[in-house]
């Protein structure tokens, strides 16, 4: 209980700090999707990664999902050619997050993303 405690307090310092005007410190913009399943913060970090990657390609910009646990990764969705399927399982494998010197990377990538003309 005491670490959603701490989650509020932290969260609420951030939108106090986020009002203030006249701000001279750029902004940074993390697009986390915390799920249930989430294993970890690793799984999280690492499935934000390949999903940023996933959109800024555009063979798999749309319709492709990434979910991670345990940093095995499960790629969903569907796309128009056999092509774009291997370059998200692609895109996917060589996603790569380094954090305090750690690098997290894919321990398995499993394609399930289906080709639909």
């Known amino acids: 209980m005491p670490s959603h405690k701490l989650i509020a307090v932290l969260l609420l310092a951030l939108a106090c700090?986020?009002?203030?005007?006249?701000?001279?410190?750029?902004?940074?913009?993390?697009?986390?999707?915390l799920h249930p399943e989430s294993g970890s913060s690793e799984d999280i970090l690492l499935q934000t990664a390949i999903r940023e990657n996933l959109v800024a390609?555009?063979?798999?910009?749309?319709?492709?999902?990434?979910?991670?646990?345990?940093?095995?990764?499960?790629?969903?969705?569907?796309?128009?050619?056999?092509?774009?399927?291997d370059e998200a399982a692609k895109v996917a494998q060589?996603?790569?997050?380094?954090?305090?010197?750690?690098t997290l990377a894919p321990k398995e990538v499993t394609n399930l993303v289906k080709v639909e003309p």
């Open 17 to 33: 700090a986020g009002c203030r005007k006249n701000q001279t410190l750029g902004t940074l913009a993390v697009d986390i999707y």
């Open 57 to 85: 390609n555009a063979a798999t910009e749309r319709g492709v999902y990434a979910r991670v646990l345990n940093l095995q990764v499960v790629l969903t969705g569907s796309v128009s050619t056999a092509s774009a399927r």
């Open 94 to 102: 060589g996603t790569r997050v380094t954090v305090n010197d750690k």
